[in-house]
């Protein structure tokens, strides 16, 4: 197929959208009022970098506001333009309704090179735009809470919400109108891995379904499994580490901005990052082998392919040459829709993305119900459970007449901490996600991938939603 005829983002969210509803029964016009975006907002603000004024143009669309407040990140990056923001937009409304975020989809995008300006320069250009949306009343607890994403982070969480502070210093719920901040600011514990750490779920997950891997003839477990990663900012570190020390894992290549790497042995995925910051570069690391192009990492044989960077990654082009078992989409729209196709006819797995990484959103809904509560998760029955975990283990020392180290006693007799609840939610509700999906398939045997399933199920909700205010009844 020629390049003319690849969709772009937001036509491949739209055409898997398509697919989707023809397997509800959702009335058509509320399917097009769900598909289309509710708010766009477009600015162009001038912010002094060095001597000369630049003019900074960016965006935040609103997708749905079915839900309030509208969540979604805040992207920083040269390609930003508008109908990227509306395709992350979208997925963020279906991502959230599938994973039972009690949120309408948002997105905000930027359109500079991070790596062009200095932290102050960043500083002032986040500032401004966090202003605009303060003017504008797109910024709040209860209206649209930013978080970050590719090229943004929880410092620039911690500007924003220093700036909306400056405006609404005495609303009480203020820390609430953003997620991923530093846990020194309000932020919560866990937030900065839970991308990753979902996306490892999300994996292990469709690696436990026999019934599913049995007919694409793959063997369950992940132990020993081969992973290739494009990309190692925050999802795909995260998802590597953990894939490699939770799910033994074998990373066996990894790529990046400046090229790619390979090894039959396996890549440790930590020593990796230390090499990258020392030399600036992950080429070259002892052990493994550069690879002659950076897209090489995209077609090498493997059990599970992660593309962690950005969209339209595998297209029409390359697909064909893909050569994993399961493509796992941490990133938001890696695989266009015609390359979706491609690896179907082919006998690919592809987890998609609304699902897979909907771990950071998850942990962010964490977060803004922490802001809220104005308390830390595990505060109040943290000692509790401790104290009666251990007159339990106490009691059976004293009946069985045998006892434990204090060491093991402690491992027994453990309450909760923020930490801990914040991975057991996610971990639950990324398996609670899987079985919607699947139960779906079951239900609907003409749904035989897994994201036109999670489209379906998202869809219902969101429609049923739109029902339960009386709208479309
Ligand atoms: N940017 C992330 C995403 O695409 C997180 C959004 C959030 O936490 O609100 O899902």
Known sequence: MSKKTEPNFYESVQQNFDRAAQFTSIPTGLLQQIKVCNSVYYMQFPVKIGKDYQVIEAFRVQHSHHRLPTKGGIRFSQKVNQEEVMALASLMTYK????????????????????????????KITRRYTTELVRKNFIGPGIDVPAPDYGTGSREMAWILDTYLTFKGGEIDAAGCVTGKPVSQNGIRGRDEATGRGVYYGIREVLNDRSLLKKYGIEPGTEGKTMAIQGLGNVGYHTG?????EGDFKIISVAEYEGAIYSEKGIDIDELVKHRKKTGSILDFPGTVNLDQRKKTLEIACDVLVPAALENQIRSDNA????????AEAANGPVTATANDILLKKGVIIIPDMYLNAGGVTVSYFEWLKNLSHMRFGRMEKRFDQNTYLN???????????????????????????????????????VTAYHQIREVMMRKPKVTD????????????????????????
Do not use: W
Request: some cysteine.
């Open 241 to 245: 580490k953990i894939a490699q020390t």
């Open 450 to 473: 897994l994201r036109s399933a999670a489209f379906v199920n998202a869809l219902g909700k969101v429609a049923s939603d739109y029902m339960n205010m009386g709208i479309f009844p």
């Open 320 to 327: 064909r040459r893909v050569k994993a078992k399961i493509v």
């Open 392 to 430: 339990l283990v106490n009691l059976i020392e004293r009946q069985s007449g045998r006892s434990i180290t204090q060491k093991e006693k402690s491992i027994i007799a453990r309450g909760a901490d923020e930490i801990d609840l914040v991975r057991s939610g996610l971990e639950e509700t990324m």
């Open 96 to 123: 959230c309704a599938l994973v039972d975020v009690p949120f309408g989809g948002a997105k905000g995008g930027v359109k500079i090179s991070p790596r062009e300006y200095t932290a102050d320069q960043l500083q």
